[in-house]
């Protein structure tokens, strides 16, 4: 599960890969005859690391942009500090707490027992896993699962298999899916790490290629420019577009529903991130941000050490890791831009405001509450279990972009 969080997470936020995931953990508890704590932990944290410390995600974006570094070096610098952090945190915690944690799965989750399961998941489908009645965040999840049919005795919709406790989707014994009344074979697990890895691998071609090709050579525009965060996610685009859509049968029309209804999340995502860069630049501006960072340094604290524990004091006291990382970098760019640092070490003092970001998650922070009610968990056990993975995975982050600091 930990590293299914670790890969999808890259191409989608962190509540949505917990919408797309859970029921798969569910799955994975109810069979193993454990704690859900001990399935959800290790896809939570790579969910997590993968959102605050890697592109393509506004925040660690946002602030290579603002302190003037490169998106491959934020990547490397990302997975050399992060993956300690997922495996610390994740594996070892998650291993640790969920013997000790005992949380059963929900009774209406999708794939349960009896009736009750199948008239979950009829109405949970459309959300993840979440409870029929609201999902997490007060929207009704209304439940449109493929392959299924009109219940007589209870006007509802049951997925294929809810008679016999469990959940199957039409083509599902054949492993095959129905698209347009043809049946096609599901992507390969290939195809669809190749479609997530195209863009990193651009943007840390592009590094490469600036570092150890000459000046004026071709190959090395060539991969500087293939490598530009907006040109390798728009071919990363167009080829899943292709891949999953075009070349299985899926219409030019389905294509434009499906891109216009994924913009959506957009405007919400703009306007944290400006409120985050506006705050900081209004701070940077009045000379608070200039103050904080002038008396970081005059008590000895080395930039890199200043970044997280601001990062992480606005973290606990706003709760968005985007705001708190997007914000810190307005405070600290002008300290940064003073000095002259490298390009490593830059991508390393993003690493840190992105470990601060993610410290102590707690009530004021909306992704607590969508792990304690999707894996059924009450205020106390989130606290126990979330909010200390979430303490390490940033102590642990910012103690290896420590280490690497000292040999770059």
């Not at 962190?14 to 932990?41: C, E, K, Q, T, W």
């Not at 985050?276 to 701070?283: D, I, P, R, S």
């Not at 103050?291 to 992480?312: D, E, K, N, Q, R």
């Not at 995975?393 to 103690?399: D, E, I, K, N, Y």
């Amino acid at each position: 599960m930990g590293v299914t969080g670790l890969v999808l997470g890259i191409p989608v936020f962190f509540d949505i890969g917990i919408f797309v995931l859970a029921p798969l953990v569910y799955v994975a508890a109810r069979r193993g005859g454990r704690s859900l704590v001990l399935y959800a932990m290790p896809m939570l944290a790579g969910l997590s690391m993968t959102h605050a410390f890697l592109p393509p995600h506004p925040g660690p974006v946002t602030a290579g942009g603002l302190l003037g570094v490169g998106m491959g070096w934020i990547i490397a610098m990302g997975l050399l500090c992060g993956i300690p952090a997922w495996l610390v945190s994740g594996v070892w915690w998650g291993a640790f707490i969920g013997k000790r944690v005992l949380v059963e799965v929900p009774a209406d989750a999708p794939g349960a027992p009896g009736p009750a399961g199948g008239a979950a998941a009829a109405g949970g489908g459309g959300g993840g896993g979440a409870p029929a009645e609201q999902a997490p965040g007060g929207g009704v999840a209304t439940g449109e699962p493929g392959g299924g049919a009109p219940s007589t005795a209870t006007g509802t919709v049951e997925p294929a298999g809810a008679a016999t406790g469990t959940v199957e989707p039409a083509g599902a014994a054949t492993g095959t899916v129905e698209r347009a009344g043809v049946a096609t074979a599901p992507p390969s697990v290939a195809l669809i790490s190749l479609i997530i890895a195209v863009p990193m691998l651009l943007i840390l071609g592009a590094t490469v290629g600036s570092v150890a090709l000459p000046e004026g050579s071709g190959l090395r525009d060539v991969l500087i420019f293939l490598g530009t965060p907006a040109i390798a996610l728009t071919i990363s685009v167009l080829l899943a577009m292709y891949l999953l859509g075009v070349r299985r049968g899926t219409s030019m029309g389905e294509l434009s529903r499906i891109s216009g209804e994924s913009l959506r999340p957009v405007g919400m995502i703009l306007l944290v991130v400006g409120a985050g860069a506006f705050f900081g630049k209004v701070l940077q501006e009045t000379g608070v941000g200039d103050a904080l960072a002038g008396s970081m340094t005059a008590i000895g604290l080395p930039v890199i050490a200043s970044a997280y524990l601001i990062s992480a004091a606005l973290r606990i006291a706003q709760g968005s890791a985007t705001v708190a990382i997007v914000t810190t970098a307005g405070i600290i760019g002008p300290t940064v831009a003073a000095e002259s640092y490298s390009q490593p070490q830059i991508a390393l003092i993003v690493v840190a405001v992105s470990a601060g970001s993610i410290i102590a998650s707690h009530v004021n922070d909306g992704g607590f509450w969508i792990v304690s009610k999707y894996f059924n968990m009450s205020v106390k056990d989130t606290l126990k279990t979330w909010t200390v993975l979430e303490t390490i995975l940033s102590v642990v982050g910012f103690a290896a972009a420590g280490l690497v600091w000292m040999f770059v």
